[in-house]
């Protein structure tokens, strides 16, 4: 789950790098989300390629939603939302998250 919440946060970093590099007042999900593919397949970042899409682009999404972006930093506020109720399943009886 760490390693699921730090993509996340990688991603939104890059964006808001990508956005203050720009100095542009609006840069949209889908010019953002383009990027996402590189971010993932890159060589310097070969854990990228371990977390699921779907939290990945919702991070993109939060940002959009974002009026004043600012960067995330490691700490105990870290969180991911997998928006796909397919990708995880709840285990009640043991307590127990699967993830993919």
């Known amino acids: 789950m760490r390693r699921f919440a730090g993509a996340c946060r990688f991603v939104f970093n890059q964006a808001v790098l990508q956005k203050t590099m720009t100095q542009a007042r609006f840069i949209g999900y889908v010019v953002v989300a383009k990027h996402l593919t590189a971010w993932r397949n890159g060589k310097e970042t070969p854990k990228q390629k371990d977390a699921p899409v779907h939290p990945l682009q919702h991070a993109l999404k939060d940002l959009q939603r974002a009026y ?8 105990p506020g870290d969180s ?3 928006p796909d109720p397919q990708q995880f399943k709840l285990d009640v009886g043991n307590r127990r998250i699967f993830l993919p």
Do not use: D, E, Q
Request: with cysteine.
């Open 68 to 75: 004043f972006p600012r960067f995330k930093k490691k700490g």
């Open 80 to 82: 991911f939302l997998c």
